[in-house]
């Protein structure tokens, strides 16, 4: 059976707030982020799979066995926190044996369980140690052993990395790689950070106010948002326009700009633009390359946002954003009014009719 | 301004300390040492004090058994009726003890719980049981009121991450949340043994306050007064001051750490 997670038609109420028509499914190994502004119910949401809140209608189908109304315990879903949730009245070895103890009764095979994964996860040498003397990162690791070490057939994570700094973020990341696909855990990942998604995730579901927006592999969410909220909250140049020739090259008249592009859309088809932010090069000279798209623009705003820098540029009416490595920095210096050239290939431009 | 504004405050605080600490001393200075271990040694007082101690720790056990799982629930979950149930549970908190005593006194008394439990031979109205009922619903809404904090600070999640690890709701709480809540209960614990002790009006009008049958220290204090016999009611000041003492610093030693 490929598929591991089922949900079919779940609606929860909480009274102030409900998650409606919620139906995905998970297969086995994937890994699945979870992203969405903040208050679109993607706690909710997992934590109505590890069976904290009744589902009003839905059921959940985990592995064969319908789970929607077993109590969190039956479940066998392993859950981390942002906040890490380690019992503070216990060392680091008994919070990591907890949920072994239910399962094992003999303590020489607790014992080589938690040392074997320690040692994977690199906390060995904290094992006699209480939670609260711990960095964020260590704590995070040892929340992260709890729930593998007794092989949960789904990981659910709300935000784990977003208490840590950036360095500790990435080393975790590449930790969380690695021993998920050596469990062969699946996992849902709930993240603000987009490094989450391009880094861990095969699969990517949006949600807004309650519901799934969106729920597909990275690329198809990436390349094709569904919608203009979506684009928008996925980091993605929008644009509208018109085609104005489909030859071999598709030409879209936006204002009065001409974009080039690969995909084939007939004629006089009024489309959607889209374009990754990390695909448009930003110079500030002509280059000699040949470019298809090369646009003139004025740089309006510059955002560091630590593992990426993000540029707005306006050319004519139209603000367009670009997003670079802050290494470049280090050669060219952008500042707001520079004159700046766009400069981005035709495969990169995607176009979407809309009636 | 600032400055004068800040010792004046300052002032406030150190004047109204000093009466209250010299309110204290008359009570350890004043009374002769011979009168006090003379009143110690009588009969009244040796019933009185044994009689509170042990009523005391019947109502504080009582409480706790009461309050943490009721109070737990007020904290945890949300049903029907429960802010109303929050209210009428602070409520002794700010009602006058004697209010509370005559209500006691009229529902074990008249109406047909009381005639229920007389039948069973439980006889709550002017009897030891009655002191124990007394200071157990006088005492309950402080512990309440603590323990309810102590369980709203520890979040949910603890308790779902251990049930996922599969662990029930019954041995997750005893397992996580009662020893994250430990610093809680043992102030809940303190608070209703000194607020069972020091219970005045609510025995005497529920228990009667009876000259060595339903007589607690603070009852030995008024009964004492009224006779004229202060060192009896100094004495029994004395010891009641003495339990308060020893309940503040078993909160913060205790307390404290979590
Ligand atoms: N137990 C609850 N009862 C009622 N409403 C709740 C409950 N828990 C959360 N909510 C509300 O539901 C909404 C969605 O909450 P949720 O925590 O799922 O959002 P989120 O997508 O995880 O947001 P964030 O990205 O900020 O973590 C919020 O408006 C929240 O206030
Ligand atoms: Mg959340």
Redesign the pocket.
């Known amino acids: 059976m490929k598929s591991i997670l089922l949900v079919k038609d779940l609606h929860v109420d909480?009274?102030?707030?409900k998650i409606e028509d919620i139906t995905f499914t998970v297969d086995r190994g994937d890994y699945v982020c979870v992203i969405?502004p903040?208050?679109?119910?993607?706690?909710?949401l997992i934590e109505t799979i590890a069976g904290l809140y009744k589902p009003k209608r839905g059921s959940i189908i985990l592995d064969g066995e319908d789970i929607t109304d077993l109590p969190p315990e039956k479940r066998n879903i392993g859950i981390v926190y942002q906040d890490y949730a380690l019992f503070p009245h216990m060392t680091v070895f008994d919070n990591i044996a907890f949920g072994l103890k239910k399962r094992i009764s003999k303590k020489s095979e607790i014992i080589r369980e938690v040392k074997t994964i320690a040692q994977k996860l690199g906390i060995e040498h904290i094992l006699h140690r209480r939670p609260t003397t711990l960095s964020g990162g260590e704590q995070q690791r040892v929340a992260l052993a709890r729930a593998l070490v007794v092989r949960p057939k789904l990981l659910l994570m709300d935000?784990p990395f977003s208490a840590l700094d950036f360095k500790t973020r990435s080393r975790l990341r590449k930790l969380v790689r690695d021993v998920v696909s050596e469990y062969n855990t699946t996992v849902i990942h709930?993240t603000?950070d987009f490094e989450d998604v391009w880094s861990l995730a095969n699969k990517v579901m949006v949600?807004y106010r309650g519901r799934i927006l969106q729920y597909d592999t990275v690329e198809e969410v990436f390349n094709r948002p569904c919608s203009d909220f979506v684009a928008d909250f996925i980091d993605i140049n929008v644009m509208e326009g018109v085609v104005t020739c489909s030859n071999d090259k598709t030409i879209v008249r936006i204002g009065d700009l001409e974009i080039m592009s690969k995909d084939k859309v007939y004629e006089g088809s009024r489309v959607k633009v889209f374009i990754r932010p990390e695909r448009v090069l930003i110079l500030k000279y002509r280059p000699d390359k040949k470019f298809e798209n090369i646009l003139e623009g004025f740089v309006e705003n510059i955002e560091n946002r630590g593992s990426m820098i993000y540029v707005w540029a306006r050319v004519n009416n139209i603000l367009m954003k670009c997003a670079f490595t802050p290494n470049i920095l280090n050669i060219v210096d952008f500042r707001i009014g520079d004159k700046v050239y766009l400069c981005f290939r035709s495969d990169d431009v995607r176009l979407f009719v809309f009636s | 301004m600032q400055i004068g504004f800040k010792h004046l405050c300052i002032m406030i605080a150190i004047v109204i300390a000093l009466i209250l600490f010299s309110s204290f001393l008359c009570l350890i200075v004043l009374p002769s040492p011979k009168e006090i271990i003379e009143s110690l040694r009588s009969s009244e007082m040796m019933f009185s004090l044994k009689l509170t101690l042990i009523s005391a720790l019947i109502s504080t056990i009582l409480v706790m058994i009461v309050g943490t799982p009721a109070a737990y629930a007020l904290a945890r979950f949300s049903f029907p009726g429960k802010k109303i149930i929050m209210t009428i549970l602070d409520l002794p908190i700010a009602m006058p003890e004697v209010v509370l005593g005559l209500a006691l006194l009229l529902l074990f008394g008249k109406t047909p719980l009381g005639t229920f439990l007389k039948y069973l031979g439980i006889r709550v109205v002017f009897t030891k049981i009655g002191v124990v009922v007394a200071e157990f619903f006088t005492a309950l809404p402080y512990a309440m009121r603590t323990l309810y904090s102590t369980f709203e600070t520890i979040s949910a999640r603890y308790e779902l991450v251990a049930r996922s690890l599969g662990y029930g709701a019954f041995e997750t709480f005893m397992k996580i949340t009662l020893p994250m809540a430990r610093s809680g209960i043992i102030a809940a614990l303190v608070i209703a043994f000194a607020r069972s002790v020091g219970t005045f009006g609510t025995v005497l009008i529920l228990a009667g306050g009876t000259y060595m049958v339903t007589e607690t220290l603070p009852v030995t204090l008024y009964l004492n007064m009224s006779y004229g016999n202060l060192g009896m009611a100094i004495t029994s000041g004395l010891l009641l001051l003495g339990v308060s003492f020893i309940t503040i610093y078993m909160v913060e030693r205790l307390g404290g750490r979590t």
């Open positions: 909480l009274g102030e707030f969405g903040t208050g679109s119910g993607k706690t909710i935000e709930v603000h949600m």
